[in-house]
């Protein structure tokens, strides 16, 4: 049976697409929802998944083609490609564990829409070493996060082709595993009959020691030539493993104040080679580069153009202290400032739509909806998690929603599509004591709010001299489709709202 592979829909005003990528060939065999190609449109990459098992037929449209909604871009036979294309994958996982020595590839695994390509931050494991099926091999670095890759058999690790630093593309070699004595005895321990087998486990986990947070063999590597105990270090990998970085900050941390008499006792000016040796060069993530670069589009592109005002957090910090405890009491989390600021914003976009706007080619796209991002900072760098729709929610769904974003952007562990899509960005410097800044925009976005500290301040309240709790703002937005006077009213909105919360509730 023929079975026809179309162009899905491609979202809101989007009409054509160009096909990017094929990952299947005709002849191949593929497996339900297993991705066959990639589009590209003006703002997304939009994966095709296979709409059932077989053999993949005819390829209609080739990659570099311009195809319109629903076209036809290949068609799949069921029936015949489907049963070998899942008799091969068990045959092949298990050969390694019955001892027969055929082999296993380490592939690249999905890495996330629009991403083709990662590099090899870290190897866990060394040639010749014993794995087991599912412990973690080695860490993957894309644009935006990093992910792990599994064992996907038991046997010893014979050769590692992508070495650390490397970069490999999507469905990539990464390393191959073939079977072995290891395998043969973890065969032989279901059984519980061979006396080799209690042993097993224990070499296994002598050699991987904590499996799941294990540390990079880098960052070990340089902690016994550093002298430094794995308590004497933070680590800011995945579910806190020490990384080579942190191992560096741990070595440089106590530096200054060894090095402060130095001045006294070494008054010659070090010479530049001198220097030269002193320092340290470190490759920059492929987080930290997407990030650096974006920043700079940012700049090169828009007419960023910052305003600025101040809140008396007065009536928000009562709210807050009278209502927490029966808030987290019947909503199970903690009532902060996040959703007051988010619901501020919310309402200062429905008065000035240009904002929560951004620029197309030679169009203006109004969002009738706001997907607020929320900037936070995490170990590996800033990451902008979206909150769908956070304009509908209550403030028990936004404190939620903000504090699980922000969990899982400290464990590294957001997908693509949850930093996409937003409209309007919100980023406290203020947690770590900044008390004035110019954000810049998260492209393509046209405005993003920096908050900033609370300090108490002398204000002139009725005549008289009070002291008050006051906080910065900043807004900083893109002058070729919002002008001044549409930047300061969103300013004075939220700054309204913050000082008259009732306002919220009022829709006033």
């Not at 695994?109 to 083709?116: A, D, M, R």
């Not at 060394?126 to 996907?152: F, H, I, N, R, W």
């Not at 309240?461 to 900083?476: F, Q, T, V």
Request: proline share 6%.
């Amino acid at each position: 049976m023929s079975i026809e592979v179309r162009v899905p829909t491609l979202g809101e005003s989007v009409t054509e697409a160009t096909v990017a990528t094929w990952f299947k060939k005709p002849g191949d065999a593929v497996a339900v929802d297993e991705m066959l190609c990639e589009l590209e449109t003006d703002k997304v990459t939009v994966e095709v998944p296979s709409p059932a098992a077989g053999t993949l037929g005819d390829i209609v449209a080739g990659e570099g083609e311009t195809v319109g909604v629903d076209a036809l871009l290949a068609t799949l036979t069921e029936g015949e490609g489907a049963a070998p294309a899942r008799a091969e994958a068990p045959a092949k996982a298990e050969a390694p564990a019955k001892g027969s020595g055929q082999s296993v590839d380490v592939m690249v695994p999905t890495l996330g829409e629009s991403v083709t390509e990662a590099t090899v931050a870290t190897w866990f494991k060394k040639p010749g070493d014993a794995v087991t099926q599912d412990e973690m091999l080695c860490e993957l670095e894309t644009d935006k996060v990093s992910v792990e890759v599994p064992a996907p058999a038991s046997g010893t690790l014979s050769e590692i082709i992508a070495n650390e630093g490397d970069t490999v593309q999507a469905n990539g070699k990464l390393a191959v595993i073939s079977g072995g004595a290891a395998s043969a005895v973890e065969a032989s321990d279901p059984g519980g009959k061979d006396t080799a087998a209690p042993k097993a486990p224990a070499a296994a986990d002598a050699g991987k020691g904590r499996a799941d947070v294990a540390n990079a063999p880098s960052a070990e590597k340089l902690m016994a030539e550093k002298g430094l105990s794995a308590a004497q270090v933070t680590g800011t990998g995945r579910d806190g493993r020490i990384m080579k970085e942190d191992v560096m900050k741990a070595v440089a941390a106590p530096a200054p104040a060894a090095s402060a008499p130095a001045p006294a006792q070494a008054p010659r000016a070090p010479s530049p080679a001198e220097d030269a040796a002193r320092e340290e060069r470190v490759k920059m993530t492929r987080l930290r580069q997407t990030i650096a670069r974006r920043l700079k589009d940012a700049q090169n592109t828009a007419a960023i153009l910052t305003t600025y005002n101040e809140v008396d957090m007065t009536e928000v910090m009562a709210l807050r202290n009278e209502y927490k405890d029966l808030f987290e009491k019947k909503h199970g989390v903690r009532l902060g400032f996040m959703s007051f600021f988010t619901k501020a914003c919310c309402h200062a976009l429905r008065e000035v739509p240009e904002v929560n706007a951004e620029i197309d080619g030679q169009e203006i796209v109004y969002k009738n909806f706001v997907h607020m991002g929320i900037a936070a900072g995490t170990p590996q760098g800033l990451v902008v998690p979206v909150i769908r729709d956070a304009d509908q929610m209550s403030f028990a769904e936004l404190e939620k929603a903000i504090a699980e974003k922000g969990r899982r952007a400290r464990d590294g562990k957001l997908s693509m599509a949850e930093m996409q899509g937003g409209t309007f960005t919100i980023s406290n410097g203020g947690v770590y004591g900044s008390l004035m800044s110019s954000p810049i925009l998260n492209p393509p976005q046209s405005g993003i709010l920096g908050m900033h500290k609370i300090q108490d301040r002398p204000m002139v309240i009725g005549g008289e001299i009070k002291i008050r709790p006051m906080m910065y703002l900043a807004l900083s937005y893109d002058h070729r489709i919002v002008d001044g006077k549409g930047a300061v009213t969103f300013l004075v909105r939220v700054k309204e709202a913050l000082e008259d919360p009732r306002r919220l509730l009022m829709d006033l």
